[in-house]
């Protein structure tokens, strides 16, 4: 009987017709397998479905790493379920999560699924988060609630063999136009693990505010960070706050990746120590949404004194691979003096022990060996730019792809969008979509693209609620971009799995924006 309802469950499924396995009792499809953001390297349907009940336990095979994972999925799967779900390394029918060789790479996992159970294998605990996320999507979107709800909790039979295209999968929080606390912070952090994202870049400074405590320079965080766009009193994080997000982000598989953005972008360094300016005067505090006026003295040795304290403090605090160095939009620095300074400064960050990464503009002056540069011109940018940047991929900078007009959250959906902005264009959700960071910039080579970053900017973005409402469809089709096989990549397709999505933003409390361009369900 299981092997026949599985069958017409999976008929169901492909949208043929719906039934139930009994008059009395009838029961919902379970979420296809192809229905998955981002959509897998590989998925085969098949067999009886898998059925959580209140005697389903968490099996794992003993290292630490793996029980994290298992007690992750059993704190999601509680509430909604109302079930123990055990986490266990005793055999016991359920779900498994196992690490074995196999060829799964960092981050990639299979998941079978069938009557008797699912189970997880990957190579490396990554692997194992990643095939977590995936077998969530598998549920019914209801398992996101935080009450107990009537289920049935049954996963589709079947096969997924998965592992992304990238290594580099990133969103960008600007934590210095307006602050967000470390709250807000780990709610981005979950939205983001649920697409496989890898990286969380947080853009700690800027001319509005200075987030992040120095004790080498305590007037940055103390002063520096007592405003934001518009007024009011900023924020910034204690030493204990960061590491506290970089926990966080660590338990759902993501680096963090701090960015000081030099030399221009620091007014509010420059407006707490008057040092720092060519004039020796601080400028106000400032509150506005202007870009390109503030740059820190070249010519001066305190400015590397101060770039090395603070570079050697936020290496100490991050164990990421890398630190953000910025360099975009320095219009008060001369070429010669932005050159003179990434020179001095790129090595300040080896000397801590991470690797560069440099908004692109960085790539008109030397980058070092090793260095990524974060491309996000548009496809108008100059013929000139762009064969600059390819001209550094092909001398092996490594790029990150977050061209503006495609994957900058902070961009209006259409003109009536009541947040964000338009310097870069109306970006739909289609247009953010389609296109291939594959063949993106004509003659960089393929193993120089890294992956790619949503940045969210946030002159205009205030609540959980704006985030939401601008990361939302967008982020996922940029999870998508960075995770899934060129050959699954197809709006049509992509458009029917995304719009599947919306009933788990609900249950999240995702507030999103209901493109016309998704078939989304009704409400
Ligand atoms: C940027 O948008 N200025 C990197």
């Known amino acids: 009987m299981a092997r026949v309802l599985g069958s017409l469950l999976l008929v169901a499924a492909a949208g043929a017709f719906t039934v139930g396995a009994t008059p009395a009792a009838p029961r919902a499809a379970p979420n296809p397998l192809a229905r998955i953001v981002p959509a897998p390297a590989s998925v085969t349907p098949g067999g009886s479905p898998y059925r959580i009940t209140r005697s389903t336990a968490i099996g794992v095979d003993g290292s630490r790493e793996a029980r994290g994972v298992a007690e992750y999925l059993a704190d999601l799967l509680r509430p909604s379920t109302g079930y123990r779900l055990p986490v266990t390394t005793q055999r ?128 940055l965080a103390a002063y520096g960070g007592s405003a934001q766009v518009g007024g009011g ?20 598989y993501l680096e963090v990746v701090p960015e000081i953005d030099m030399p221009g972008h620091t007014n509010a360094a420059l407006a707490s120590y008057a040092g720092l300016n060519c004039d020796g005067t ?28 603070v570079i050697r403090e936020l290496a100490a605090l991050t164990p990421g691979r890398y630190l953000h160095i910025g360099g975009d939009e320095a219009h008060s620095t001369s070429h010669a003096d932005y050159v003179t300074f990434m020179d001095r400064v790129q090595p300040l960050v080896a000397k801590y022990g991470k690797t560069v990464i440099g908004w692109h503009q960085l790539t008109g002056a030397h980058p070092v060996k090793g260095a990524l540069a974060q491309y996000w011109g548009l496809d108008d940018t100059s013929a000139d730019e762009k064969a600059q940047v390819v001209k550094a991929a092909q001398n092996g900078t490594g790029l990150i792809l977050s061209p503006a007009d495609r994957v900058y959250l902070d961009m209006k959906y259409t003109e009536d969008t009541p947040l964000g902005q338009d310097w870069a264009g109306l970006v739909e959700v289609k247009r953010s979509y389609d296109w291939d960071p594959g063949n993106y910039l004509a003659g960089a080579p393929s193993s120089s693209i890294r992956g790619v970053e949503a940045p969210l900017w946030t002159e205009t973005i205030v609540t959980n609620a704006d985030i939401d409402y601008m990361a939302f469809p967008r982020l996922p089709g940029v999870a998508e971009l960075g995770w899934s096989p060129a050959a699954t990549h197809d709006w049509n397709a992509y458009k029917v799995r995304l719009a599947a999505q919306a009933p788990r933003w609900d249950a999240l409390g995702i507030d999103y924006y209901r493109s016309p361009q998704v078939p989304w369900p009704a409400k």
């Open 92 to 219: 016991h029918e359920g779900i498994r999560l196992r690490l074995a060789d196999g060829p799964f790479g960092a981050e990639g996992y299979r998941l079978d699924s069938g009557r008797d159970g699912v189970t997880i294998t990957a190579a490396a605990p990554a692997g194992l988060f990643h095939g977590v996320q995936t077998l969530r999507q598998l549920l019914p979107a209801a398992v996101e609630k935080d009450s107990v709800q009537p289920g049935p909790w049954l996963v589709a039979g079947g096969t997924v063999t998965d592992r992304p295209r990238y290594a580099y999968r990133g969103a960008m929080l600007d934590v210095s136009r307006h602050f967000f606390t470390v709250a807000q912070v780990k709610r981005y952090i979950d939205q983001l693990a649920l697409y496989k994202i890898n990286e969380l870049h947080l853009h700690l400074s800027d001319d509005q505010g200075w987030r992040i405590a120095v004790d080498s320079w305590p007037r």
């Open 233 to 252: 009193t900023g924020g910034h994080y204690t030493k204990a706050d960061y590491r506290e997000i970089v926990r966080y982000a660590a338990s759902r």
């Open 282 to 309: 601080a400028p106000p505090l400032y509150t506005g949404t202007d870009v390109g006026f503030s740059s820190l003295c070249v010519s001066k040795q305190v400015t590397y004194d101060f770039v090395d304290d």
